[in-house]
Protein backbone atom coordinates (compact mmCIF):
# COMPACT_ATOMS: atom_id res chain seq x y z
CA UNK A 1 0.00 0.00 0.00
CA UNK A 2 3.14 2.22 0.51
CA UNK A 3 3.90 2.55 -2.81
CA UNK A 4 0.35 2.94 -4.13
CA UNK A 5 0.21 6.09 -1.59
CA UNK A 6 3.30 6.91 -2.95
CA UNK A 7 2.61 7.34 -6.66
CA UNK A 8 -0.37 8.97 -5.62
CA UNK A 9 1.32 11.28 -3.57
CA UNK A 10 4.25 12.52 -6.57
CA UNK A 11 1.23 12.34 -9.05
CA UNK A 12 -0.58 15.48 -7.33
CA UNK A 13 2.64 17.07 -6.10
CA UNK A 14 2.69 17.81 -10.67
CA UNK A 15 -0.91 18.24 -10.73
CA UNK A 16 0.27 21.33 -8.56
CA UNK A 17 3.25 22.50 -10.04
CA UNK A 18 1.50 22.24 -13.30
CA UNK A 19 -1.25 24.26 -12.68
CA UNK A 20 1.19 27.10 -10.26
CA UNK A 21 2.56 27.78 -14.23
CA UNK A 22 -0.79 29.10 -15.28
CA UNK A 23 -3.39 31.99 -15.00
CA UNK A 24 -7.12 31.44 -14.04
CA UNK A 25 -7.93 33.05 -17.24
CA UNK A 26 -5.59 30.34 -18.75
CA UNK A 27 -6.95 27.23 -16.49
CA UNK A 28 -10.65 28.08 -17.34
CA UNK A 29 -9.93 28.06 -21.06
CA UNK A 30 -10.97 25.63 -23.30
CA UNK A 31 -9.16 25.20 -26.36
CA UNK A 32 -11.06 24.56 -29.76
CA UNK A 33 -11.52 20.75 -30.26
CA UNK A 34 -11.27 19.86 -26.53
CA UNK A 35 -14.19 19.45 -24.19
CA UNK A 36 -13.04 20.69 -20.85
CA UNK A 37 -9.98 22.86 -19.40
CA UNK A 38 -6.53 22.26 -16.50
CA UNK A 39 -9.67 23.80 -13.83
CA UNK A 40 -12.14 20.53 -14.65
CA UNK A 41 -9.38 17.79 -14.93
CA UNK A 42 -8.04 19.18 -11.27
CA UNK A 43 -11.59 19.04 -9.81
CA UNK A 44 -12.24 16.14 -11.88
CA UNK A 45 -9.92 14.35 -10.66
CA UNK A 46 -10.33 14.94 -7.07
CA UNK A 47 -14.19 14.35 -7.50
CA UNK A 48 -13.30 10.92 -8.92
CA UNK A 49 -10.74 9.60 -6.28
CA UNK A 50 -13.84 10.29 -3.60
CA UNK A 51 -16.45 7.76 -5.85
CA UNK A 52 -13.67 5.30 -6.97
CA UNK A 53 -12.53 4.86 -3.26
CA UNK A 54 -15.22 6.09 -0.65
CA UNK A 55 -18.26 5.78 -2.21
CA UNK A 56 -17.53 2.03 -3.56
CA UNK A 57 -16.47 1.44 -0.45
CA UNK A 58 -20.13 2.36 1.55
CA UNK A 59 -18.20 6.08 3.04
CA UNK A 60 -19.32 9.60 2.57
CA UNK A 61 -17.36 11.47 0.22
CA UNK A 62 -15.32 14.40 1.28
CA UNK A 63 -16.12 16.66 -0.73
CA UNK A 64 -19.60 18.69 -0.80
CA UNK A 65 -22.75 17.94 -3.69
CA UNK A 66 -22.06 21.28 -6.09
CA UNK A 67 -17.82 20.29 -6.12
CA UNK A 68 -18.95 16.64 -7.28
CA UNK A 69 -21.64 17.46 -9.64
CA UNK A 70 -19.30 19.75 -10.89
CA UNK A 71 -16.33 17.61 -11.79
CA UNK A 72 -18.17 14.42 -12.05
CA UNK A 73 -17.48 11.43 -14.60
CA UNK A 74 -19.72 13.12 -17.64
CA UNK A 75 -19.46 16.33 -16.91
CA UNK A 76 -18.14 18.72 -18.77
CA UNK A 77 -17.28 22.81 -17.50
CA UNK A 78 -20.69 25.03 -17.93
CA UNK A 79 -18.97 28.40 -15.92
CA UNK A 80 -15.58 29.94 -15.01
CA UNK A 81 -13.83 28.25 -12.17
CA UNK A 82 -12.72 30.98 -9.59
CA UNK A 83 -9.77 31.64 -7.80
CA UNK A 84 -10.91 30.64 -4.59
CA UNK A 85 -12.83 27.23 -6.27
CA UNK A 86 -8.71 27.02 -7.33
CA UNK A 87 -7.46 27.05 -3.71
CA UNK A 88 -9.80 24.98 -2.66
CA UNK A 89 -9.13 22.36 -5.03
CA UNK A 90 -5.27 22.74 -4.30
CA UNK A 91 -5.78 22.54 -0.83
CA UNK A 92 -7.98 18.85 -1.59
CA UNK A 93 -5.16 18.00 -3.61
CA UNK A 94 -3.24 16.99 -0.29
CA UNK A 95 -5.45 17.07 2.42
CA UNK A 96 -7.58 13.92 1.07
CA UNK A 97 -4.38 12.34 0.29
CA UNK A 98 -4.04 12.60 4.36
CA UNK A 99 -7.26 11.89 5.08
CA UNK A 100 -7.57 8.54 2.70
CA UNK A 101 -3.56 7.54 4.40
CA UNK A 102 -5.82 7.86 8.01
CA UNK A 103 -9.21 6.24 6.72
CA UNK A 104 -7.12 3.15 5.60
CA UNK A 105 -4.71 2.95 8.45
CA UNK A 106 -8.39 2.70 10.76
CA UNK A 107 -9.58 0.37 8.89
CA UNK A 108 -12.52 2.18 7.45
CA UNK A 109 -12.61 0.31 4.11
CA UNK A 110 -14.40 -2.86 5.00
CA UNK A 111 -16.81 -3.53 1.99
CA UNK A 112 -16.68 -2.27 -1.60
CA UNK A 113 -18.98 -2.61 -4.76
CA UNK A 114 -17.58 -4.01 -7.26
CA UNK A 115 -17.31 -1.61 -10.26
CA UNK A 116 -16.69 -1.91 -13.63
CA UNK A 117 -15.15 1.59 -15.28
CA UNK A 118 -16.18 2.95 -18.26
CA UNK A 119 -12.63 1.97 -20.38
CA UNK A 120 -13.40 -1.67 -18.69
CA UNK A 121 -11.44 -1.50 -16.00
CA UNK A 122 -13.22 -4.44 -13.43
CA UNK A 123 -12.64 -2.99 -9.51
CA UNK A 124 -13.31 -5.32 -7.13
CA UNK A 125 -12.01 -3.77 -4.06
CA UNK A 126 -10.53 -0.76 -2.55
CA UNK A 127 -6.76 -1.71 -3.45
CA UNK A 128 -8.14 -2.14 -7.25
CA UNK A 129 -10.06 1.14 -6.74
CA UNK A 130 -6.51 2.75 -5.34
CA UNK A 131 -4.73 1.72 -7.96
CA UNK A 132 -6.82 2.48 -10.47
CA UNK A 133 -7.40 6.08 -9.35
CA UNK A 134 -3.38 6.55 -10.14
CA UNK A 135 -4.21 5.33 -13.58
CA UNK A 136 -6.84 7.43 -13.94
CA UNK A 137 -5.09 10.69 -12.50
CA UNK A 138 -1.61 10.00 -14.83
CA UNK A 139 -4.29 10.02 -17.76
CA UNK A 140 -6.01 13.31 -16.86
CA UNK A 141 -2.17 14.05 -16.54
CA UNK A 142 -1.95 13.60 -20.11
CA UNK A 143 -4.81 15.64 -20.90
CA UNK A 144 -3.36 18.36 -18.78
CA UNK A 145 -0.41 18.44 -20.59
CA UNK A 146 -1.71 18.54 -24.18
CA UNK A 147 -4.46 21.35 -23.61
CA UNK A 148 -1.49 23.42 -22.12
CA UNK A 149 0.33 23.51 -25.28
CA UNK A 150 -2.93 25.39 -26.69
CA UNK A 151 -3.57 27.89 -23.68
Do not use: C
Not at 24 to 33: A, S, Y
Not at 37 to 47: F, K, R
Not at 80 to 95: G, N, R, V
Amino acid sequence: MDATFKIWETSRKLYLKLIENYSLEQLNKIPEGFSNNLAWNLGHIIVAQQGLVYRLSGLPIYVNDEMNNTYKNGSKPTGTTTQAEIDELKELLFSLIEKTKEDYANGKFVTFTEYTTGTGFHLASTLEAMNFNNYHEALHMGFMMNIRKFI
